[in-house]
């Protein structure tokens, strides 16, 4: 990624819609803010990253199952949740530009521009030093350094007492101190403070009312608490045990941008996982390592992660951390792993009246198990993997392709067959190789333009393998298969291609190294 940053996501965002990744959502009427289609190749990695994702989780564990539960769900779920009462951001606007934005991710902004300036003094230290610079030892003693992050701690610890509080004047107050402007237009001329409620409601049946109000699930998490014992009693699972979940999840965002990172319909991979309580800490350690070798096994670069421990602990937590991942505005959160405690099954015991526990045998008696929680964005994980995909080369001959480095377990169409010419039986022999692949690999078989330009539509759209038919296809049963990435090229006896694609594509590469 060298590119520059914020051009290397219009870079994407222009490729999606080119080469049928990712389009704007009814388009034809202009679109739908924050709401995005996924075209026949973004569908296709969609489903890939999800099936590694379920492969990890289902699979690899014989201790986890997975639901598909409704996204309409009773209302008093939501209540139980504590969405309906805290599922709130701090919304302000500026009177000026008539921008709205959350008042936290004002002051968090700022903070982080205090954080870039130590990182500013780190780096100039460092050259200044030389090997002999220790880090810690810099951060830990220079006096710069001790001011900028007395300020980052002071502004942590008032913005944390406020969001607990619910103080939404000591937030104002916050941000007019700190003199933090409107990013776009530079005013300091806001509004109050006010709570938005997140959660789209609409109702079921004919009767509009309050009576039948329900909501469109903000997190899939909900579903499988909800399951948690018919899961546990039918599939005679003993704690620990997790139980996973794909789906859309819903939210009136206040500020959707980026393209796919912050959308108001997006799509969950979580994971709850039961465990005794008193061991949720342990098991949360265990969940943060397996996350972050989940990541990195997808090849996306292990620079590119880092671990962000929550300050502010959501109402249900009591450990909490993001796996941020670099995408081109920044390290921005990509996953979610909670220690939710017993608070969402014990609130649904309250409201439901129903028992959810576990008779432990070894310890001859029930209880209300703890909960550790995996939650990661698909879309963002989409949107990740594009990123670091998109690469602009140029070529030993002078000229430019733009390929897609998508690994190749993961890319949208695994080969592409190519007769060299339209004509000699050539066309013919590729429609019977790709008429063999077809049960095993999504392949397209291309005739038209000469083959440079055909190689550089695939390379556009991240095919792996490109399958050339030639004449000594016709005397010897071999095509050249080459490689997308390295350009390479080689001899392949036609017989053996279901072989060598399925070593080359399987997601087992990638599950070994779990
Ligand atoms: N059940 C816990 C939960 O929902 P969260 O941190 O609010 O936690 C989990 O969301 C993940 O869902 C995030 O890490 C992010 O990847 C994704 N996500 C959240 N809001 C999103 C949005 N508006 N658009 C796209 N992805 C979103």
């Given at each position: 990624?060298?590119?520059?940053?914020?051009?290397?996501?219009?870079?994407?965002?222009?490729?999606?819609?080119?080469?049928?990744?990712?389009?704007?959502?009814?388009?034809?009427?202009?679109?739908?803010?924050?709401?995005?289609?996924?075209?026949?190749?973004?569908?296709?990695?969609?489903?890939?990253?999800?099936?590694?994702?379920?492969?990890?989780?289902?699979?690899?564990?014989?201790?986890?199952?997975?639901?598909?539960?409704?996204?309409?769900?009773?209302?008093?779920?939501?209540?139980?949740?504590?969405?309906?009462?805290?599922?709130?951001d701090?919304l302000i606007d500026n009177?000026?530009s008539k921008k709205r934005y959350r008042a936290?991710?004002?002051?968090?902004?700022?903070?982080?521009?205090?954080?870039?300036?130590?990182?500013?003094?780190?780096?100039?230290?460092?050259?200044?030093?030389?090997?002999?610079?220790?880090?810690?030892?810099?951060?830990?003693?220079?006096?710069?350094?001790?001011?900028?992050?007395?300020?980052?701690?002071?502004?942590?610890?008032?913005?944390?007492?406020?969001?607990?509080?619910?103080?939404?004047?000591?937030?104002?107050?916050?941000?007019?101190?700190?003199?933090?402007?409107d990013?776009?237009?530079?005013?300091?001329?806001?509004t109050?403070?006010r709570?938005f409620?997140?959660?789209?409601?609409?109702?079921?049946?004919?009767?509009?009312?309050?009576?039948?109000?329900?909501?469109?699930?903000?997190?899939?998490?909900?579903?499988?608490?909800?399951?948690?014992?018919?899961?546990?009693?039918?599939?005679?699972?003993?704690?620990?045990?997790?139980?996973?979940?794909?789906?859309?999840?819903?939210?009136?965002e206040i500020i959707?941008?980026?393209?796919?990172?912050?959308?108001?319909?997006?799509?969950?991979?979580?994971?709850?996982?039961?465990?005794?309580?008193?061991?949720?800490?342990?098991?949360?350690?265990?969940?943060?390592?397996?996350?972050?070798?989940?990541?990195?096994?997808?090849?996306?670069?292990?620079?590119?992660?880092?671990?962000?421990?929550?300050?502010?602990?959501?109402?249900?937590?009591?450990?909490?951390?993001?796996?941020?991942?670099?995408?081109?505005?920044?390290?921005?959160?990509?996953?979610?792993?909670?220690?939710?405690?017993?608070?969402?099954?014990?609130?649904?015991?309250?409201?439901?009246?129903?028992?959810?526990?576990?008779?432990?045998?070894?310890?001859?008696?029930?209880?209300?198990?703890?909960?550790?929680?995996?939650?990661?964005?698909?879309?963002?994980?989409?949107?990740?993997?594009?990123?670091?995909?998109?690469?602009?080369?140029?070529?030993?001959?002078?000229?430019?392709?733009?390929?897609?480095?998508?690994?190749?377990?993961?890319?949208?169409?695994?080969?592409?067959?190519?007769?060299?010419?339209?004509?000699?039986?050539?066309?013919?022999?590729?429609?019977?190789?790709?008429?063999?692949?077809?049960?095993?690999?999504?392949?397209?078989?291309?005739?038209?333009?000469?083959?440079?330009?055909?190689?550089?539509?695939?390379?556009?759209?991240?095919?792996?393998?490109?399958?050339?038919?030639?004449?000594?296809?016709?005397?010897?049963?071999?095509?050249?298969?080459?490689?997308?990435?390295?350009?390479?090229?080689?001899?392949?006896?036609?017989?053996?291609?279901?072989?060598?694609?399925?070593?080359?594509?399987?997601?087992?590469?990638?599950?070994?190294?779990?």
């Amino acid at each position: 990624m060298s590119q520059p940053e914020d051009n290397l996501l219009k870079k994407v965002i222009a490729h999606c819609k080119e080469y049928g990744y990712v389009f704007p959502s009814s388009e034809i009427y202009d679109g739908l803010s924050a709401t995005y289609d996924y075209g026949q190749y973004g569908v296709e990695l969609k489903n890939h990253l999800k099936h590694y994702w379920w492969e990890s989780m289902v699979r690899m564990n014989e201790n986890i199952v997975g639901i598909d539960a409704a996204i309409f769900m009773h209302p008093t779920t939501w209540k139980a949740s504590g969405h309906v009462d805290a599922f709130n951001d701090p919304l302000i606007d500026n009177k000026d530009s008539k921008k709205r934005y959350r008042a936290d991710q004002l002051i968090e902004e700022y903070v982080a521009k205090i954080e870039n300036k130590i990182n500013k003094e780190e780096t100039k230290a460092a050259k200044r030093f030389g090997d002999a610079f220790d880090a810690e030892q810099f951060r830990a003693t220079n006096p710069r350094v001790l001011k900028y992050q007395e300020q980052i701690d002071t502004i942590n610890q008032r913005l944390k007492e406020a969001i607990e509080q619910g103080d939404l004047e000591g937030l104002k107050a916050l941000i007019e101190e700190l003199g933090i402007a409107d990013p776009v237009s530079g005013s300091r001329n806001w509004t109050d403070v006010r709570q938005f409620n997140l959660m789209f409601a609409t109702e079921l049946g004919s009767l509009a009312g309050d009576s039948n109000k329900i909501f469109l699930r903000p997190e899939t998490a909900q579903g499988i608490f909800v399951n948690f014992l018919n899961v546990q009693k039918t599939g005679r699972m003993r704690i620990p045990f997790g139980i996973a979940q794909i789906g859309k999840a819903f939210r009136n965002e206040i500020i959707a941008r980026q393209f796919i990172f912050r959308m108001r319909e997006f799509e969950q991979m979580e994971m709850q996982f039961f465990v005794k309580p008193g061991e949720e800490l342990d098991w949360y350690q265990a969940w943060k390592e397996k996350r972050m070798k989940w990541h990195r096994a997808l090849g996306l670069g292990g620079e590119n992660y880092r671990f962000h421990d929550h300050l502010n602990l959501a109402h249900y937590a009591n450990a909490a951390c993001d796996i941020e991942y670099k995408f081109p505005m920044g390290f921005k959160e990509l996953e979610g792993i909670h220690s939710r405690t017993d608070f969402d099954l014990k609130a649904h015991e309250q409201y439901s009246g129903k028992k959810l526990q576990f008779f432990d045998p070894a310890e001859d008696k029930s209880y209300v198990p703890y909960v550790i929680e995996t939650s990661i964005g698909l879309d963002r994980l989409f949107l990740a993997m594009l990123c670091h995909a998109y690469t602009e080369e140029t070529l030993d001959d002078g000229s430019q392709r733009v390929v897609l480095k998508i690994p190749a377990p993961l890319a949208p169409v695994k080969a592409a067959i190519l007769p060299l010419v339209n004509k000699d039986g050539l066309p013919e022999k590729a429609q019977e190789v790709f008429d063999q692949l077809k049960y095993h690999f999504l392949c397209q078989i291309d005739f038209k333009d000469a083959i440079g330009r055909r190689y550089r539509r695939q390379d556009a759209i991240g095919t792996p393998f490109g399958i050339t038919i030639d004449h000594q296809t016709m005397e010897d049963d071999t095509v050249t298969l080459r490689d997308r990435d390295s350009m390479k090229q080689e001899r392949v006896p036609v017989h053996s291609l279901v072989e060598t694609l399925r070593e080359k594509c399987a997601l087992q590469s990638l599950l070994q190294q779990l």
